[in-house]
């Protein structure tokens, strides 16, 4: 059981406890936090004081990973200028000579839907660019489309999770989308682990609505994270209202 989880909120003294009990609780889940404190890694300097009380915190737990965010801006950002972000979330733990700040991967934002080879071309050299970097723990590389890719044009072969459904919860229920996700995984031929779904807009539903909720996203893919928050470009600035049910319902489902 995983969650995928956009540690965006900014790190004042109490605001990432709730991530800390619910790994704390739920051991058996494995959380992969995706840390944005720049809009990306900070170039040409360090994160500010708060991220680094709290970032090396998160090591204290070992069912959590992180990852660093890097928006590819759908492949339009220079390769160099990405390739620099990659090397500057690499090279925080001997900046800050602490091995706590450390990240195990990058969550490439704003990643293509649609296939294209000189898109494709640039993704493989920032996944290369991930493989090869030592300082990066677990090399993880994860994309975010947000949408459902094409079952035969498509990057998943450059990377290790891809994010196949960033929408709202309403969206989600459509009948042909929803069945679309359920059975991806097998159309692709690729295990549950090597996707990921993000809910955001979930209204206020009841509990058993909740768990159904939680069961059919596990049997889509292996990654899950939700949010009650409706307003755009703030979905996952906040431990929405739904955050502790949800981690409940996770838990034991």
């Not at 959380?31 to 709290?54: D, H, K, M, Q, R």
């Amino acid at each position: 059981m995983s969650v995928l989880l956009p540690l965006y909120m900014y790190p004042w003294p109490g605001t990432w406890d709730p991530l800390y009990w619910a790994a704390n609780v739920n051991p058996q889940v494995q959380f992969t936090v995706i840390l944005n404190p720049c809009s990306g890694p900070c170039v040409n300097s360090t994160p500010e004081a708060p991220y680094l009380i709290e970032m090396p915190r998160l090591r204290e737990w070992p069912n959590i990973r992180t990852l660093g965010y890097v928006a590819t801006n759908y492949t339009n950002k220079p390769i160099d200028d990405l390739i620099n972000e990659i090397h500057t979330y690499a090279n925080w733990s001997s900046i800050l000579n602490d091995t706590r700040m450390a990240v195990d991967g990058i969550f490439f934002d704003e990643t293509p839907g649609a296939y294209d080879w000189q898109k494709h071309a640039y993704l493989t050299q920032a996944h290369d660019e991930v493989k090869r970097s030592e300082m990066l723990g677990q090399r993880i590389v994860v994309h975010n489309p947000g949408v459902l890719p094409d079952i035969t044009w498509n990057y998943l072969d450059i990377t290790d999770i891809t994010v196949i459904w960033e929408e709202t919860f309403t969206n989600w229920l459509d009948r042909t989308k929803f069945n679309r996700l359920k059975n991806f995984h097998n159309t692709t031929n690729l295990p549950k682990s090597a996707f990921a779904i993000m809910l955001h807009s979930i209204p206020d539903i009841p509990d058993e609505l909740l768990e159904w909720t939680v069961a059919q996203l596990k049997e889509m893919v292996e990654w899950n994270f939700i949010s009650s928050v409706s307003q755009a470009g703030e979905y996952w600035h906040s431990f929405s209202s739904v955050f502790g049910k949800f981690m409940e319902a996770y838990g034991k489902t």
